[in-house]
């Protein structure tokens, strides 16, 4: 179980803060993203993880201080981080992308799933040795991370109640749940997060700024749009077929990119198995389809088709309407999350190429 805000190791700190002001910060609000919050008071900023899905429920509390005496007074409390921090592991290409933007990339010593990561410093410090693959495939290197020691692990729980598996190193481990807001702008907003630890809060908010007012611009763009496609989103793997629930956050993107997702009316946010059979009755004159794919093979319809010979069967393999994203090539799953106003850009650029004559998209293009 991940230690909630109640932990009886908080008291004394929680106990120190009734007698201080909070103070406002301007330019730090949390305006999007429902999985954490932050308060300022005189020398501590207190930051609440919560579940995005559930506010209410309080994951965690870190208290962030710059001075040794407030440090000093609070040394039996493993949630009260001095700042700044030097050295850290970092087990998502999301929170490394964050970062990066930050200026923070010396800092990283650790990651996960190394043969996963695209980004280019961070490859070459793996192969210096500069930065240490703490986990692979499901597989946590408990010795590795007691010897590198990091001031804190940042982690992205599947499960928000279970603990990690190397929470018995008693690094502290802080989840990062940016995964599980159902906006893209909310996505996007936990750079503020990782920002806070570093003292950069600032700085997080002129990047987000810039981000929604982005954003925001091609969202009025798509609503003059003359019509709104229809659109189905991914293929079958493992005879299931996973599709975003239409409250998601793919489903936000689509609409607001002017389309009209297939499974908009569902009320889930997670994406859900369906039979092809269901999902063919469905969405078989959908006007477009949307996939991501990562593959050494040049993606066409030739590749499709070979894949599964079914797929030839949709209106929008037939008109050849699918929009590509080559996840590995063009770092996605790393970048994408901090850069929704390009993600949005290329859904419309595909959606309504009317509207973006000029425009070059950069992770998402209509398959030839």
Same mark, same amino acid.
């Given at each position: 179980?991940?230690?909630?805000?109640?932990?009886?190791?908080?008291?004394?700190?929680?106990?120190?803060?009734?007698?201080?002001?909070?103070?406002?910060?301007?330019?730090?609000?949390?305006?999007?993203?429902?999985?954490?919050?932050?308060?300022?008071?005189?020398?501590?900023?207190?930051?609440?993880?919560?579940?995005?899905?559930?506010?209410?429920?309080?994951?965690?509390?870190?208290?962030?201080?710059?001075?040794?005496?407030?440090?000093?007074?609070?040394?039996? =409390?493993?949630?009260? +981080?001095?700042?700044?921090? @030097?050295? #850290?592991?970092?087990? &998502?290409?999301?929170?490394?992308? %964050?970062?990066?933007?930050?200026?923070?990339?010396?800092?990283?010593?650790?990651?996960?799933?190394? =043969?996963?990561?695209? +980004?280019?410093?961070?490859? @070459?410090? #793996?192969?210096?040795? &500069?930065?240490?693959?703490?986990? %692979?495939?499901?597989?946590?290197?408990?010795?590795?991370?007691?010897?590198?020691?990091?001031?804190?692990?940042?982690?992205?729980?599947?499960?928000?109640? @279970?603990?990690?598996?190397?929470?018995?190193?008693?690094?502290?481990?802080?989840?990062?749940?940016?995964?599980?807001?159902?906006?893209?702008?909310?996505?996007?907003?936990?750079?503020?997060?990782?920002?806070?630890?570093?003292? @950069?809060?600032?700085?997080?908010?002129?990047?987000?700024?810039?981000?929604?007012?982005?954003?925001?611009?091609?969202?009025?763009?798509?609503?003059?749009?003359?019509?709104?496609?229809?659109?189905?989103?991914?293929?079958?793997?493992?005879?299931?077929?996973?599709?975003?629930?239409?409250?998601?956050?793919?489903?936000?993107?689509?609409?607001?990119?002017?389309?009209?997702?297939?499974?908009?009316?569902?009320?889930?946010?997670?994406?859900?198995?369906?039979?092809?059979?269901?999902?063919?009755?469905?969405?078989?004159?959908?006007?477009?389809?949307?996939?991501?794919?990562?593959?050494?093979?040049?993606?066409?319809?030739?590749?499709?088709?070979?894949?599964?010979?079914?797929?030839?069967?949709?209106?929008?393999?037939?008109?050849?309407?699918?929009?590509?994203?080559?996840?590995?090539?063009?770092?996605?799953?790393?970048?994408?999350?901090?850069?929704?106003?390009?993600?949005?850009?290329?859904?419309?650029?595909?959606?309504?190429?009317?509207?973006?004559?000029?425009?070059?998209?950069?992770?998402?293009?209509?398959?030839?």
């Amino acid at each position: 179980m991940i230690s909630c805000n109640n932990d009886p190791i908080t008291s004394d700190i929680e106990e120190y803060l009734k007698d201080l002001k909070k103070s406002d910060k301007p330019g730090c609000e949390v305006k999007y993203a429902k999985g954490f919050s932050i308060d300022y008071y005189d020398g501590i900023t207190k930051i609440n993880v919560k579940n995005p899905l559930d506010k209410s429920q309080i994951l965690n509390t870190y208290y962030l201080v710059k001075s040794d005496k407030l440090k000093s007074k609070f040394s039996g =409390n493993k949630y009260v +981080i001095q700042l700044p921090l @030097e050295r #850290i592991a970092v087990f &998502s290409g999301t929170q490394i992308s %964050s970062l990066l933007k930050l200026g923070h990339n010396n800092e990283i010593i650790g990651v996960s799933e190394a =043969n996963y990561i695209t +980004i280019p410093k961070i490859t @070459e410090g #793996i192969s210096k040795g &500069s930065i240490v693959e703490l986990a %692979s495939n499901g597989e946590f290197y408990v010795e590795t991370a007691l010897k590198l020691n990091p001031d804190l692990i940042f982690y992205s729980p599947y499960n928000v109640n @279970e603990s990690h598996p190397l929470a018995v190193t008693n690094i502290l481990m802080v989840p990062y749940l940016d995964f599980k807001e159902t906006t893209p702008l909310g996505r996007a907003e936990w750079i503020k997060f990782n920002a806070a630890f570093f003292g @950069e809060e600032n700085m997080a908010d002129s990047i987000f700024n810039n981000i929604e007012s982005s954003y925001n611009h091609y969202v009025d763009m798509a609503k003059t749009a003359a019509n709104r496609p229809s659109v189905l989103s991914d293929k079958p793997f493992a005879g299931q077929w996973y599709v975003p629930g239409g409250k998601s956050y793919i489903a936000q993107l689509f609409k607001d990119a002017g389309a009209d997702y297939i499974w908009k009316d569902d009320n889930g946010v997670a994406s859900f198995p369906l039979d092809y059979e269901l999902v063919f009755k469905k969405a078989v004159h959908a006007d477009f389809w949307r996939i991501v794919g990562s593959t050494n093979d040049k993606p066409s319809y030739e590749f499709l088709e070979k894949q599964n010979e079914l797929f030839t069967h949709f209106d929008a393999f037939k008109n050849k309407k699918i929009i590509w994203c080559d996840a590995r090539n063009t770092a996605y799953f790393e970048k994408g999350p901090l850069e929704p106003q390009v993600l949005l850009a290329d859904l419309i650029y595909c959606f309504h190429p009317e509207l973006m004559p000029d425009y070059q998209p950069v992770y998402y293009f209509l398959l030839n």
